[in-house]
């Protein structure tokens, strides 16, 4: 399982690049504007500052919600750098987007998907990233992780190239039961990601060795 992380924070995409373990980057245009990232130029060059972090997909969402606008944002998202996905939302347009742009080779994340419907119109659209949202399905008093359940089934069954890339992460168990069922991707702010370190068993019997170590030095 591929880990992404879900932010435009560059010094928390260093932080999780320095782990070793980072394969890629999303974002969204809260993510954007909760770093203060505004303005076409700016945004771009934000972009480009991620892309060079991360040697890996790096998803950059459009703004319009219009055929013609989406696919004019697209031409300028990827002259930025070639790992930028184009990310586009689950709406009538976007998916119309999704397929102009697969057609021309062009990687896509289809976000905003909270149904199996939806993820099946973004297979079929040729998106190369499908993003269900676990955590705001969760907040919602429905199982986000059954969704990811559903969608892996239904892409095994047909053999859908798009992959399952699991959204909305909120904690460690999330993580763990994406890699479980099968998503091909998790995308994760850095707090669950580092939580996956932790043990309790591990901090004590580090701190046994140690001091065993030390008794007799
Ligand atoms: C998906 O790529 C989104 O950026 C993201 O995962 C949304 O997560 P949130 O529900 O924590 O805002």
């Known amino acids: 399982m591929q880990f992404f992380i879900d932010t435009a924070n560059l010094g928390d995409i260093r932080e999780a690049h320095a782990l070793g373990i980072l394969d890629g980057v999303t974002t969204n245009p809260s993510l954007m504007a909760k770093e203060g990232i505004a303005g076409k130029d700016r945004v771009l060059a934000h972009y480009k500052a991620i892309a060079d972090i991360v040697q890996g997909p790096v998803s950059a969402e459009v703004i319009a919600t219009d055929l013609a606008g989406m696919l004019a944002e697209a031409e300028e998202l990827i002259e930025v750098d070639p790992n930028i996905v184009v990310k586009v939302p689950m709406i009538k347009d976007g998916v119309k987007a ?14 905003l998907v909270f149904s199996a419907g939806q993820a099946i119109l973004a297979a079929k659209a040729g998106a190369t990233y499908v993003s269900p949202f676990v955590g705001r399905l969760d907040d919602v008093s429905t199982d986000g992780l ?72």
């Open 146 to 217: 059954a969704l990811i359940e559903d969608i892996v089934t239904i892409y095994t069954n047909y053999g859908y190239d798009t992959q399952v890339l699991a959204a909305s992460i909120r904690h460690p168990m999330h993580i763990i039961e994406c890699a479980r069922m099968g998503a091909d991707v998790i995308t994760s702010p850095l707090g669950p990601i580092l939580a996956l370190l932790n043990h309790p068993l591990t901090d004590k019997g580090l701190a046994q060795f140690l001091a065993d170590h030390k008794r007799v030095s």
């Open 98 to 111: 999704i397929k102009a742009l697969s057609d021309r080779g062009i990687k896509t994340n289809c976000t």
